[in-house]
């Protein structure tokens, strides 16, 4: 069973690598051999390398793809035409795609589903702590929201900013200044919140929360703070996701509120799914995955340290996988892929 990953991030950018790692692990205890090539965060090498994979003369017997920037099209298509069964990973086709890529089970067969993460909750989760934090720090109403996202094109983004923005509208104290894009790094978002801070303080304006799209906004956030005399977690409430191990660390030390994720779990759970419509096939079977929808987590200090002790060494590995494969003998046809579940599949 050979499996092919294109990994839309960059090779050393932490988030992409601990998909591919929570992926590798459990492709080794479902004895799968998986192959992972690196996009670097270039949809248009993305798509190239995509339909390469697809033109081999053994091309893998699956395919694993991420609608990253809606720029997974052009590979689905090509791998329909090779008959190369594809599960789509994290970021599913938008509504204006299905026209041309199709459904599972439907005009495209080989699609055999999508396993995504609900990041519209994800977003409202967080935008709700902060509503929270301000309301405990007793900030002065309007709360003044600055928001950065990480593109407005790729459909995790797409999520997590309309949950984020579903808050703002049923609470008039919160009062959203920018929704502004920092294309997922630090760099980008320190630059962007500077100068946020730098309008504030010509405005006579207290900014009171920063809702960041995942753990690196957050960071970039936090040194503009500190550059305007500003401390996350004190002066302004500030929230990240990725379960990165430094947005751990900033949880642990109330710099942040929370950082949301496990959501790069999802390459696990890929191989999970891969692995059982395997079987399947194996019988005479041929049931689309359809679409298989996991939740996201926060982490914040009611179990930060909880998490710190079953997974805080990243050793993914620990996990048993295998404990996730929905089984013909018991005959559940839900998977449970709660973080309560993975500590309770760790091997001690």
Partial sequence: MNVTFINPGKQG????????????????????????????????????????????EVPPDYLILVNEEQAAEKIILAAAEKKIKTLMLLSDFLPKQRDRVGFPGGKNPHLLGAITPDYFAAGKRMMTALLHCAEQKQHKTPYHVLAIGGDQLTPASIGRNEGALSV?????????????????????AERLTRKYLHWAQQNQIIPSVIWAANDPIAFGAKAALEAHNLKAGEDVCLVGLNWSSEGLKLVKNGEMLLTDGGHFLGGAWSMVLLHDYHQQQLKGIDTPIGDIRFQMQSIDKTNINLYLSHLGNEQWNKIDFTQFALSDVDGSTDYDFSLEKVFSSIIQ
């Avoid at 790692?21 to 690196?38: G, H, P, R, S, W």
């Avoid at 703002?168 to 980008?188: G, P, T």
């Fill in 13 to 56: 950018e932490r988030f992409w690598d601990m998909v591919t790692e929570t992926m590798q692990a459990a492709a080794t205890d479902f004895n799968i051999k998986l192959e992972v090539i690196y996009a670097e965060r270039n949809r248009v090498e993305m798509a190239s390398l995509g339909i390469k994979a697809t033109q081999r």
């Fill in 168 to 188: 703002i509208k049923q609470h008039n104290e919160l009062k959203l200044d920018r929704f502004l894009y920092a294309n997922w790094n630090q760099k980008d």
